[in-house]
């Protein structure tokens, strides 16, 4: 009998054990969660929603910098400007060579007779001069096309090898102009005066000096505009052949469109040099791209008048014309200036693409930088908003 009453006792015992075991185990679980969630204090919540919006904004208010839009249209203009730039070089070597074979057969055909001739002879040397500097303008011009691509190398030195030597090749078609015609009319003078002005504007420029670079960036609009002027009113080319032609500009565009892109121009680059660092850049790009339309627009125009011209004269020239009379190599030399104006016919083709390129990117420019001025602003506005209703709340 006491073994089944010990026996039942520790049966007793275990239910007793079980049953407090299983109504505990509620109470564990209701511990358990009752622990879990966490109150936060005032301002440990403004706090958290504080950072929250901050987290948010940069993960979802960021904008890229360059979409694959704008790496398309860089790339492009990446591959237009060194064919263009090569291609007005060559446009710009082709024609200054049958000038200077022109331009010899007529120096040969003067005597030193009087001080006259003696004047004339040397206003023919000094166009023949202007040639030569013409060619070293395309030159540069095809080394810049070619170098602009490579970051490595900066272009500065070439673009003032480029303006010295165009400016070098106004001043000998001026000074030329006004010993061929035995006065200094006040075109003329223009001329003479407005290249140098370019010239000393292009080496004060160069000097690394805030005031300098003003000085140069005034004295080259000064310029532009004087030459604008001559460039209406006067054509040097027809001085130094005496034929009655439409001559275009002294840059073979057509002579309206040819002054107005020397006055845009050294606006242009005053503000590009000043604009390059900031976040204008996309304005230096549009003033840019308007000279390149304008003077690509000009240069297709004046140079395919100017061939065509060229191509009535040589079908003249048996019976009638400048061309009347002189040998056959001069005629020839003569058809081969018309056909080498068809490459600057190219090149203004491709310069107005190029302008049309540039104002698409500096559209993508300014569109990019729009987003992300109004992306900055609608988050700090959100920012302060918040920061205002914690103040209030804590009142």
Known sequence: MSKTKTKSKKKMKR???EKTKTMKKPEKTKKETLIKPVVLK???????IFLKRTADFKTEKVVPLLKPEGRDIRWAI??????TTTVLGIGYILPSIAIVIVLSYILSQTTISSLQMIAQISGIILFLMASIAMMIVGITLIIGGTRYNKRSSAPKETIFLGVLFASCYLLCLGVGSALLLSEINLNVG???VGSIFV??????YMVPSLISRLIGHALGIVGGFLLAIVTFNFQTLGVATGWTLPFPGPFMSLTVMEGIAMILGAIAVAIYSTLAERNEKPVAYVLLSIVGLVYGIGVFIGSLILSFSFLDVVWKAPWVGPLYGLPGWV???TIFWSASLILLEIGGILLILSSCL???FAAQEFSRLYATSSGVSEDTAEIRKESMRAQFDLT
């Open 331 to 333: 005629v020839d030399t």
């Open 42 to 48: 005032h301002e440990q919540s403004r706090n958290a």
């Open 190 to 192: 223009l001329l003479i």
């Open 358 to 360: 540039g104002f698409a």
């Open 78 to 83: 990446g591959k237009f400007v060194p064919l």
């Open 199 to 204: 010239m000393v504007s292009a080496t004060v």
């Open 15 to 17: 239910a007793k054990t």
